[in-house]
């Protein structure tokens, strides 16, 4: 099965962009649906949205749709979360996650494999 790798992260001032990438190895990785998770200090692990394999909607959290967006470059194994106009409330460790489901899920149990999480910081 797919293995996942999260980059990307780092800090930035409130405002700023980062564009996170997911990598995956070892499995047919076009044939997963990917989700993005992120999870605050104290705070349970939330859906930011997901690319489904078969080619359908992207999905995205409804507080977060006008600022992030998800890409998916299957020539390249990877799924990119691109994230603008951050603020301080976004600082958290985000996570990309695969399933074999055709749709995207919302709920951290839909997925069976996860990367191990890149920490984004926003300062303000």
């Known amino acids: 099965q797919v293995q996942l790798v999260e980059s990307g992260g780092g800090s930035v001032q409130a405002g700023g962009s980062l564009k996170l990438a997911c990598v995956g190895s070892?499995?047919?990785?076009?044939?997963?649906?990917i989700g993005w998770f992120r999870q605050a200090p104290g705070m349970e692990r939330e859906s930011v949205g997901g690319?489904?394999?078969?080619?359908?909607?992207?999905y995205y959290a409804d507080s977060l749709k006008d600022r992030f967006t998800i890409s998916r470059d299957n020539a390249l194994n990877t799924v990119y979360l691109e994230m603008n106009n951050l603020q301080p409330e976004d600082t958290a460790v985000y996570y990309c996650?695969?399933?074999?489901?055709?749709?995207?899920?919302?709920?951290?149990?839909?997925?069976?494999?996860w990367g191990q999480g890149t920490q984004v910081t926003v300062s303000s």
């Open positions: 996650a695969a399933s074999e489901r055709t749709f995207v899920g919302i709920y951290e149990y839909e997925y069976n494999i």
């Open positions: 070892g499995g047919t990785f076009s044939r997963y649906t």
């Open positions: 690319v489904p394999w078969t080619g359908g909607a992207i």
